[in-house]
């Protein structure tokens, strides 16, 4: 299980660097950011702050849970209230590097 745990964790780290790379180079060549949050965390901060404030951010929430699911401090609402959050996040947090991909490719 903790090995399963440090290659997740580790495409995770690997998977968000590529993200911010590659949602750097989009919004240089003339993407638009289509995620609310993320567009006005980038008004106030710039770009490649806000991605890894952000990505920090959840980062340490989700190794938090992953931590306190692992050592089994979790109740059973808890651990369904955790997938909830993290499905609802996930398509906020996603939908907006497929919208730039498809506005360039265009």
């Known amino acids: 299980m903790r090995l399963f745990i440090l290659i997740s964790f580790s495409l995770l780290i ?11 180079i989009l919004l240089n ?36 849970i992953v931590y ?6 979790l109740t059973l609402r808890e651990k369904y209230l955790t997938i909830f959050a993290f499905i609802i996040l996930n398509s906020f947090m996603g939908t907006s590097c497929t919208q730039q991909t498809f506005n360039i490719c265009q």
């Open 68 to 73: 306190k699911a692992y050592m089994n401090d």
């Open 29 to 64: 060549i003339g993407a638009t950011e289509t995620n609310p949050y993320m567009n006005w965390v980038m008004s106030y901060l710039g770009v490649v702050p806000s991605l890894i404030i952000t990505k920090i951010f959840f980062f340490f929430i989700l190794f938090y």
């Open 14 to 24: 690997f998977l968000n660097i590529y993200d911010c790379y590659s949602t750097t």
